[in-house]
């Protein structure tokens, strides 16, 4: 009875995963802020595990790197190039800062200065 239980839920949740796994690598940045892609791409992860399909943190990481836009290059391979796959929490942290440095209006530069210097 329990094995048959159990064979029911794995034939259900089978399917769930692998949608689930191609929903996590059709994300994309679009027009959302990386905060929300993020988050949108955490509950997918945390669905996963939810339903014992956990992910291995370098494909976690892959599927963030996979729908970033182009400007995002100088990150994206600041990440790859490390030997190691960084912790998510602290890529979230880059793509962060990233995002908040390129998004912020450029105040002063050095053509708009006046110096008064006559």
Do not use: C
Request: hydrophobic content about 40%.
């Amino acid at each position: 009875m329990f094995g048959s239980i159990l064979e029911y839920f794995y034939t259900k949740m089978k399917p769930r995963a692998s949608q689930l796994y191609t929903n996590l690598h059709n994300q994309s940045l679009d027009n959302k802020a990386i905060h929300d892609y993020l988050t949108h791409i955490k509950s997918i992860v945390d669905e996963l595990v939810g339903i014992g399909y956990p992910i291995q943190p370098a494909k976690y990481v892959d599927a963030i790197l996979e729908g970033l836009p182009p400007d995002y290059v100088a990150i994206i391979s600041m990440i790859e190039s490390k030997l190691e796959t960084p912790p998510t929490i602290k890529m979230e942290a880059f793509l962060l800062a990233y995002e908040t440095r390129t998004q912020r209006p450029k105040i002063l530069t050095n053509s708009n200065i006046s110096w008064g210097l006559r």
